[in-house]
């Protein structure tokens, strides 16, 4: 809900029509009700049994507003997550970064709303690994990205169709990521927009879990390394050595998890 209100906000004080697609996946909090309640036919609530987490709910959220802005439409897109808060000027900002027209992906930046630092947005390559990425920090200008977080992105409607829409065969993670790829296969820039956009906390480590317990975090549907979304996307990144890349990640996180477990024994 408050995410919705305040991008109602921020597109009015940009003087933007705007309409949303929610895709509630089975949530039992009342959100779906209060939110026709409260926007009206503003915003078309799609339904999920609870099974369709980050890419395939966004997929066809995608999919959804796309049919109903028609092929000819030169509407733009925003992906926007629900923990998302924009601030007031954020739309008028991302529009501005899309007023020439060309084709590119636009990323925005969030901050955590006590820190003020950056939380999610834009990422660059960092090591040898496939996925081994940084966080970029926004600049005074928009800058060159290799991937990005989907909290905040805005494109043109006509570009996300010829980019195929977002990969819902991805269990919840890495559906960005590939986006950002494939766009950037295809020759279209994935840019990091001036600032940042809005707030949104990270979400905050678990040190209560057992090695056991952090492990099926890991791999299973929400996890960062969900063996079959992983495998899905190290195939396209790096088609001829995917396998290698596959069971090296898996083997560094158990690397990783054993240090850090000596090193709570030590202290």
């Not at 089975?26 to 980050?54: I, K, M, P, Q």
């Not at 834009?122 to 600049?139: I, Q």
């Not at 480590?205 to 975090?217: E, H, N, V």
Request: hydrophobic share 45%.
């Amino acid at each position: 809900m408050r995410a919705l209100e305040r991008a109602f906000r921020s597109a009015a004080r940009a003087g933007v029509e705007a309409s949303a697609v929610l895709y509630d996946d089975g949530s039992t909090d009342g959100t779906a009700d209060s939110v026709v309640r409260e926007f009206g036919s503003r915003v078309r609530v799609l339904h999920g049994d609870g099974s369709r987490f980050w890419a395939a709910s966004m997929a066809e959220a995608e999919r959804s507003a796309l049919d109903a802005l028609g092929p000819q439409s030169d509407a733009l897109l925003l992906w926007l997550n629900d923990d998302v808060v924009l601030d007031e000027d954020a739309i008028e900002r991302l529009v501005e970064q899309a007023a020439d027209g060309l084709p590119r992906v636009i990323v925005g930046a969030v901050r955590d709303p006590d820190s003020a630092t950056t939380t999610y947005g834009g990422l660059r390559r960092a090591g040898a690994h496939p996925l081994g990425f940084s966080l970029v920090e926004p600049g005074a200008v928009a800058t060159p990205v290799d991937a990005m977080n989907g909290n905040v992105v805005l494109l043109r409607a006509e570009l996300a169709r010829d980019l195929g829409g977002i990969d819902g065969h991805f269990s919840h993670a890495l559906a960005d990521i590939d986006y950002a790829a494939r766009a950037t296969r295809r020759g279209v820039p994935v840019v990091l927009a001036p600032g940042t956009f809005g707030t949104c906390p990270r979400n905050p480590p678990r040190f209560d879990r057992t090695i056991w317990q952090a492990w099926r975090a890991h791999i299973g549907i929400k996890g960062g390394a969900h063996p079959e979304s992983a495998r899905r996307i190290l195939r396209r990144l790096a088609p001829y050595s995917w396998g290698f890349w596959w069971a090296a990640s898996y083997a560094l996180w158990w690397v990783r998890a054993g240090l850090a477990a000596l090193r709570r024994t030590v202290s």
